[in-house]
C-alpha cells in the first residue's frame, strides 16, 4: 500500500503536571499499530540512539497481566516492567511503567488509537512523573520512538 500520510510526531512534557501528550500519524490499520505495541514488536521501535536500546521484550496483554523489557541505556543494561490496566483492543492500552530499581513510583503509560484518514492517529498521555528531567527525558524518548514506530510501520504497509 502507498501511504499518503506523512508522520509527524508530536510530543510535548508538561513539566508541573509531570505528564507526556504524543502523538504520531501512521500508514497502518488501528488493529496493526494496537499489535506494535503489544508484541515483540516494541524492540523495533522502542529506541532512542545513544540513550536507550531495547533488546528484549515479553508481556501478559491482559488486565492485571505483567510485562518487561530489556536492553542497554547509556551503554549500562536497564530493565523496564509494569501492569497492564486496560486492554481494549485495538483502541485503548494502558499500563504501568517502572525502571527496575528506581526509587521513584510507577508511572501511568495509556496509548489511544483512531482511524484517521489511510491510517491511524496514536496518542500517548504518560502520567505520574514526580520530576521535572525525568518527565523531560521522558519525552524525548516517546518523540525518538513514535519516530522509529511510524518509519516501522510505513515501510511494512
Not at 502523538?23 to 488493529?31: G, L
Not at 505495541?37 to 531495547?54: M, Q
Not at 528506581?102 to 500517548?124: I, K, S
Not at 514526580?130 to 518527565?135: D, M, N, Q, V
Request: charged share 20%.
Amino acid at each position: 500500500m502507498t501511504s499518503t500520510i506523512q508522520p509527524t510526531v508530536h510530543a510535548a512534557a508538561d513539566l508541573a503536571a509531570g505528564e507526556i501528550i504524543a502523538t504520531v500519524e501512521v500508514a497502518a490499520p488501528v488493529a496493526r499499530v494496537f499489535e506494535a505495541l503489544a508484541s515483540k514488536d516494541v524492540i523495533a521501535w522502542w529506541v532512542r540512539p545513544g540513550v536507550f536500546n531495547t533488546t528484549e521484550w515479553e508481556g501478559d496483554v491482559r488486565v492485571g497481566g505483567r510485562w518487561h523489557s530489556a536492553g542497554v541505556g547509556r551503554g549500562k543494561p536497564y530493565v523496564l516492567e509494569g501492569e497492564y490496566l486496560e486492554v481494549a483492543a485495538p483502541k485503548t492500552l494502558a499500563h504501568t511503567y517502572q525502571l527496575t530499581g528506581a526509587p521513584f513510583q510507577p508511572t501511568v503509560v495509556r496509548y489511544a488509537l483512531e482511524p484517521a484518514g489511510d491510517g491511524t492517529r496514536l496518542t500517548l498521555r504518560h502520567t505520574g512523573f514526580t520530576s521535572a528531567p525525568l518527565c523531560e527525558a521522558n519525552r524525548a524518548g516517546w518523540e525518538a520512538c513514535f519516530e522509529h514506530l511510524a518509519e516501522m510501520l510505513n515501510s511494512r504497509n
